[in-house]
């Protein structure tokens, strides 16, 4: 059984700095096509913001480029995603997860694996 574990996140100032993990058990991570998404509210559709590929290929979201850096720590099957110069448009809820399919798109929500979310406010 696949899991993945999320922690970090919390409340920060405008242009501080988080950083987010994502511990996965059941599989190496190495198999997988590694996503950070984030939902600002539950009516709007969760925006991809971060993918790194099995090649090791990043892409990031435009809103995110230059400020965020998604990595992964093969040894400990933990993804981890740097977050610096926060805004409060950066402000929803940041999930992993973890996709087995060949292509490994930014703008796809049909993922196999989530971790269960975890908050990120930033005040002005």
């Known amino acids: 059984q696949v899991k993945l574990v999320q922690s970090g996140g919390g409340s920060v100032q405008a242009g501080g700095s988080l950083r987010l993990s994502c511990a996965v058990s059941g599989n190496s991570i190495s198999n997988y096509c590694m996503v950070w998404s984030r939902q600002a509210a539950p009516e709007k559709g969760r925006e991809g913001v971060a993918?790194?590929?099995?090649?090791?290929?990043?892409v990031y979201a435009d809103s995110v480029k230059g400020r965020f850096t998604s990595s992964i720590d093969n040894n400990k099957n933990t993804l981890y995603l740097q977050m610096n110069s926060l805004n409060p448009e950066d402000t929803a809820t940041y999930y992993c997860a973890a996709d087995l399919r060949s292509r490994c798109l930014l703008r796809s929500n049909e993922r196999d694996y989530w971790g269960q979310g975890t908050q990120v406010t930033v005040s002005s």
């Open positions: 993918t790194i590929a099995r090649d090791g290929n990043i």
